[in-house]
């Protein structure tokens, strides 16, 4: 028998898309007032392809599921871009050239 991967173990994420009726803003304007969003159960969002609502629960699983996913995209963002190798070195100061000042030898 051939072992399995810990597929059962991790959540997957949905893709998930804004609702077409409400335009991802969960309330649809009514003639007097506002009304809840029948299509995507009042949250704005939907499966992407299939449009199908998700149930609260999967709904903020899936959306903490994205924020950290964006959380992690901006925190490598705000690094910055890092230097490696050669390029790493010509930039840093070796104080060699006169006065203490970088001497990259061209």
Same mark, same amino acid.
């Given at each position: 028998?051939?072992?399995?991967?810990?597929?059962?173990?991790?959540?997957?994420?949905?893709?998930?898309?804004? /609702?077409?009726?409400?335009?991802?803003?969960? @309330? @649809?304007?009514? @003639?007097?007032?506002? #009304?809840? /969003?029948?299509? /995507?159960?009042?949250?704005?969002?939907?499966?992407?392809?299939?449009? #199908?609502?998700?149930?609260?629960?999967?709904?903020?699983?899936?959306?903490? #599921?994205?924020?950290?996913?964006?959380?992690?995209?901006?925190? @490598? #963002?705000?690094?910055?871009?890092?230097?490696?190798?050669?390029?790493?070195?010509?930039?840093?100061?070796?104080?060699?050239?006169?006065?203490?000042?970088?001497?990259?030898?061209?």
């Amino acid at each position: 028998m051939k072992k399995a991967h810990a597929h059962g173990f991790r959540k997957e994420q949905i893709e998930l898309e804004q /609702c077409l009726t409400c335009k991802g803003k969960a @309330v @649809v304007q009514g @003639v007097f007032h506002e #009304l809840a /969003c029948v299509d /995507c159960n009042c949250s704005g969002w939907v499966m992407a392809g299939s449009r #199908l609502t998700i149930s609260t629960d999967e709904l903020v699983t899936q959306l903490s #599921l994205r924020l950290q996913q964006a959380q992690r995209e901006i925190e @490598v #963002l705000q690094r910055g871009p890092t230097l490696s190798g050669p390029a790493e070195y010509y930039q840093q100061n070796n104080r060699r050239g006169a006065g203490g000042s970088n001497y990259t030898g061209d």
